[in-house]
């Protein structure tokens, strides 16, 4: 069973600037998750889809960030513009009962 | 609001040396706990477990969870310094399929 794919697995950009993140989760899995983990933290739920809906957004920084998932399969998440902050970890997981995390893709903003 | 507090949040032991890591949770529908183990990449699953008093065990690590008192241990017996990594605890609820994960456990072993 092949599992969860992201890319990229390294950006580095200014701040200010834009950046997007691909994520394509296990055959299957109708759950898809954007975490955020900040080091030394644990992962925060940015936002959650089921099929091509949103369940949970409650946490996203809606002014500059966006996710879409818009066939209920592979999903995008947007910065735009980008803050020294955002400077994290991005995992992308999906699940049945289990879920199951992606690599992650690790965002620098300088 | 749901919470998951784990303790310690780092520890540092010697290899051979066994280690009880332990997860606290407050939850309005309480479905699942889960221990995962996260090296420099994404978490790996560990375990899920669902019903108290029934230790779920892989090899020399084990878990076990009590749903009266809201908590969960995971232990490591004769650690390996393969074993250093931070160790999660999320739970999940009965609304959808939402994760809340802890800070996590820095666990260090020494050779």
């Known amino acids: 069973e092949a599992g969860v794919a992201q890319s990229p697995r390294y950006k580095i950009i200014e701040k200010r600037q834009s950046v997007a993140f691909w994520c394509n989760p296990i055959s299957g899995h109708a759950t898809l998750y954007w975490y955020q983990q900040i080091l030394g933290q644990g992962p925060k739920l940015l936002i959650q889809?089921?099929?091509?809906?949103?369940?949970?957004d409650s946490q996203l920084p809606k002014d500059r960030f966006s996710a879409e998932r818009l066939k209920g399969v592979d999903s995008t998440l947007k910065i735009q513009p980008a803050k020294l902050e955002d400077s994290a970890v991005y995992l992308c997981?999906?699940?049945?009962?289990?879920?199951?995390f992606g690599p992650g893709t690790r965002l620098t903003v300088l | 609001e749901d919470k998951v507090v784990q303790s310690p949040l780092s520890l540092v032991v010697h290899e051979g040396d066994t280690v009880t890591l332990n997860c606290s949770y407050e939850v309005t529908n309480f479905r699942s706990l889960l221990w995962y183990k996260q090296e420099k990449k994404a978490p790996t699953f560990l375990f899920m477990l669902?019903?108290?008093?029934i230790e779920k065990k892989s090899g020399r690590l084990s878990s076990i969870l009590d749903k009266k008192e809201l908590f969960s241990i995971l232990n490591i017996t004769a650690t390996q310094t393969g074993d250093s990594a931070v160790y999660l605890c999320?739970?999940?609820?009965?609304?959808?399929?939402?994760?809340?994960f802890g800070p996590g456990t820095r666990l260090s072993v020494l050779p």
């Open positions: 669902t019903s108290s008093g």
């Open positions: 889809f089921q099929n091509n809906g949103v369940v949970d």
């Open positions: 997981a999906s699940s049945s009962d289990t879920q199951y």
């Open positions: 999320a739970i999940k609820g009965n609304y959808g399929q939402n994760f809340v």
